[in-house]
C-alpha cells in the first residue's frame, strides 16, 4: 500500500529554519482536504481576484479564465491537465514540497509543473516561507496555458539542467532570472504596468506594493542586469524588472548563457535595490522601509 502524501515543510533547528527538499511525485490526495482547507482557498481567491482587477495583465486573466479554477473548492488536478494539455501540452504533477534544484528543472525541461498538494492554515493567509497549493496552482498555472510563456518556462527548465551542470556560480545567474520574472516580474502594458509573476499574483500585500508604492525601483528588463541582481526572500522586492511582452522574454532567453556566465563571473553582484547608469528607469524607488542587509 502507497502511504498518503506527506506535507513537507520546514524545520526549526538550532541554526533557525532550514527548507527540507522532497523529490517524489505524489496524487493529489484530494477527498483528504478538510473543510478549513478549501475555505482557504475559497478565501485566498476570492480575495485575490478582487485585487487583480486593474493590476494583473491581460494575459494572465485571459489564461486564468480559460482555465476555469474552481473558485469554491480547491481544484483537481485532473480535472485541469486535459485543459492545459490542450492548450500547450504541459501538466501538473503533484508534490509535497520543495524540491531540489536538478529535479525542479527537470520536471520543467518537461513541461511538467510541480504543484505542492497542500495549502496553507488559516494562520498562515498572509505569509508563508514557502510554495504551497495557494501560490503553485493560483500563482504560476494560469500562464503555463500562454503558449509563449509555457515555452519560456520550458527553456527555462532546460537551462536549469545546463546550469546545473556548469557549476553553482551560474545556477546563482539563472535563478535570479526566475525569480525577477516568473515569480516578480512586472509586464508593461498599453495602459500602464501590470503584474504577471506568481510571487506577486499570490500575495495581497506585494500585489498592491509592487504598482503602488514609491519604495521600491521598477527597472526596464535587462537580461544580464538581472543575473547580477540578488533579491530579497523575507521581504518585498526593492526592484522590479519589467518587461514589454513574453515575447521579448523567450527572445532574451533563448542564446546559450554559458558565455554570459563566465562574463559574469568577472563582475561583482548587484545589491537588490541599486540603480544602474544603464538602467531604463521607470520609477526610482524612495527606499522606505528597506532593510540594509539581507539579499541573497
Ligand atoms: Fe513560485
Request: aromatic fraction near 12%.
Amino acid at each position: 500500500m502507497n502511504n498518503p502524501p506527506q506535507r513537507v515543510e520546514h524545520q526549526l533547528t538550532d541554526k533557525g529554519y532550514v527548507p527540507v527538499y522532497t523529490t517524489g511525485v505524489v496524487e493529489q490526495p484530494w477527498s483528504s482536504y478538510s473543510e478549513a482547507d478549501h475555505a482557504v482557498w475559497a478565501q485566498l481567491f476570492a480575495r485575490q481576484q478582487q485585487l487583480l482587477v486593474g493590476r494583473a495583465s491581460d494575459e494572465f486573466i485571459v489564461a486564468q479564465r480559460a482555465m476555469a479554477m474552481s473558485a469554491q473548492r480547491i481544484p483537481k488536478f485532473d480535472e485541469l491537465n486535459p485543459i492545459l494539455r490542450a492548450a500547450t501540452g504541459w501538466e501538473l504533477v503533484g508534490v509535497e514540497g520543495l524540491l531540489p534544484e536538478l529535479t525542479f528543472f527537470d520536471h520543467l525541461a518537461h513541461r511538467r509543473f510541480p504543484v505542492t498538494w497542500w495549502i496553507r492554515t488559516p494562520e498562515q493567509m498572509d505569509y508563508l516561507s514557502e510554495p504551497d497549493l495557494f501560490h503553485d496552482l493560483f500563482g504560476h498555472v494560469p500562464l503555463l496555458m500562454n503558449p509563449v510563456f509555457a515555452d519560456y518556462m520550458q527553456a527555462y527548465g532546460r537551462g536549469g539542467v545546463k546550469a546545473h551542470g556548469i557549476g553553482p556560480e551560474a545556477l546563482v545567474n539563472l535563478t535570479r532570472l526566475y525569480w525577477y520574472t516568473a515569480e516578480f516580474g512586472l509586464i508593461r502594458q498599453a495602459d500602464g504596468l501590470r503584474i504577471y509573476g506568481s510571487g506577486i499574483v499570490s500575495s495581497k500585500g506585494e500585489s498592491i506594493h509592487c504598482l503602488e508604492s514609491a519604495a521600491p525601483n521598477r527597472i526596464g528588463f535587462g537580461l544580464e542586469r538581472i543575473m547580477r541582481t540578488r533579491y530579497r526572500i523575507d521581504t518585498y522586492q526593492k526592484t522590479y524588472f519589467v518587461i514589454d511582452s513574453f515575447e521579448q522574454l523567450f527572445d532574451a532567453t533563448l542564446p546559450d548563457f554559458t558565455p554570459i556566465y563566465k562574463k559574469l563571473a568577472l563582475q561583482d553582484s548587484v545589491a537588490a535595490g541599486a540603480v544602474l547608469d544603464t538602467d531604463a528607469v521607470f520609477n526610482r524607488g524612495s527606499g522606505e522601509g528597506w532593510l540594509a542587509d539581507g539579499d541573497v
